[in-house]
Structure formats: C-alpha cells, structure tokens
C-alpha cells in the first residue's frame, strides 16, 4: 500500500540558509500535518492543513511557511536556518472523512544545520 | 493543554519477558489514542490505535488497552524479543477531521536483552 512519501530524507545546510521540505500523502488523504522532533524530543505539532487551507497551527516559527497544493502534496519551507532547527522533520497524511482519525507517518527528514 | 507522560523514560528487559509500557494524559477528551515503535533515527511505525469509546485492541503480541476518563492507556508486549527494542510513544488526539493533530509523550526506550 501507497504511504506517506517525504522528501529529501536527508539535507545538510549553513546557517541563514534556505530550505524546503516536500510530503506527498497517501492517495485520497486531503489532510498533511508537519511535526519537528529534536534529538531526545518528543515530535512537536508545527502546522496542518486540510483542501490546501490551513487548518491548524503549532509551534512553527515565523522564519517557516508551508502550504499545501492542488494536488494535495504539501511544503515546509524553512528560512533563515538556525542551529537549533537541526531536526527530524515529520509529515503524516489523514482523511478528514475518516472514521477513525488516524494518522500515517512518512520516514521523516532529517535536518542538519552547520 | 494537553499533557502526555511516560514513565519510565527507558526499560531494560530480559528477553521473553512480558512487559506494560505506560501513558497517561491529563484531559480526557480524546478521540483517539496511537501507539507509534522508532527506531533510532528512524521513522514513526504505527502500533496500534485506540479509539475514545473502545477498551482495547490486539495486534499479534501487542494489546493496548485506554481508560479514558482516567486518562490511561498501556501497551502490553508478550514475550519480548530483541527485536522489540525501540522507543514506544504514544499519542491522543483530541477531534477527529482536519483537526487530528496529535500531542506524543515523550517516549519509553525499551531495550530486551538476549
């Protein structure tokens, strides 16, 4: 079965350089969320979005943007990168219709700023 | 605000031994609680999930049981193999929809020694 797809898995940059991460949720999901999880943490909510609209938000920062497209794929673009943004970064897919709620996670992406 | 707590942090278990990993939360209008295993480094492997009016659910070695209006769940894992070692989270959701974003305890690191 089809599952959450992240991309690049792995990504090495400077400091107050620019970065963009790409989900692509499981066929039919039109909800994708982004969690961050620093090493030893737990993974924290960033922001979610539901039919390309922002449906939630978490502790993102101002430096970061995301948006979710036509073809329900969704863009975590991070600017301005900051030692501590060194991460592992989640995306899970979900269908708002769904009974259960649940969601599925990609393989993540992992962040390292130098 | 949600609160999701896990203790211990870290378990060390022979092999072959049953065990119960716990969580606890501290509002108990949840729609749904998810059970994830990481690996190291790795990705968030769903478990099991648990819905609000549901007691338990099985899959192979693994049964996870919610009380919810104490605000507890508990993973059980028969026969512990080495296999199983890995950080176990878990997770609740509070709505169901676009809004299902989860809020994770911080882990139990569970490690089964040969």
């Known amino acids: 079965a089809a599952g959450v797809i992240q991309s690049p898995r792995h990504l090495i940059k400077e400091k107050r350089e620019t970065a963009t991460l790409k989900c692509y949720p499981i066929p039919r999901h039109d909800t994708v969320y982004w969690y961050q999880q620093g090493p030893g943490q737990d993974p924290q909510f960033l922001i979610s979005f539901y039919e390309k609209m922002q449906s939630d938000k978490g502790s993102i920062p101002d430096r970061f943007s995301a948006q979710q497209f036509s073809d329900y794929h969704s863009e975590l673009n991070m600017s301005s990168l900051e030692l501590g943004d060194s991460a592992l970064y989640f995306c899970?897919?979900?269908?708002?219709?769904?009974?259960?709620?649940?969601?599925?996670f990609g393989e993540g992406s992992r962040l390292t700023v130098l | 605000k949600q609160e999701v707590t896990q203790i211990p942090a870290a378990l060390s278990v022979p092999e072959g031994e049953n065990l119960v990993l716990n969580c606890s939360f501290t509002?108990?209008?949840?729609?749904?609680l998810q059970w994830f295993r990481q690996d190291p480094g790795k990705g968030l492997t769903s478990l099991l999930l648990?819905?609000?009016?549901?007691r338990e659910q099985t899959s192979g070695r693994l049964n996870a049981s919610l009380d919810k209006s104490s605000g507890r769940s508990t993973l059980y894992i028969a026969a512990s193999q080495p296999g199983d070692s890995a950080t176990y989270l878990c997770a609740v959701s509070p709505y169901t929809g676009a809004n299902s974003k989860l809020t994770f305890g911080k882990g139990i690191t569970l490690s089964v020694r040969p």
């Open positions: 899970a897919s979900s269908s708002a219709g769904g009974a259960t709620g649940e969601l599925f």
């Open positions: 509002d108990s209008a949840i729609y749904n």
């Open positions: 648990i819905q609000s009016s549901q």
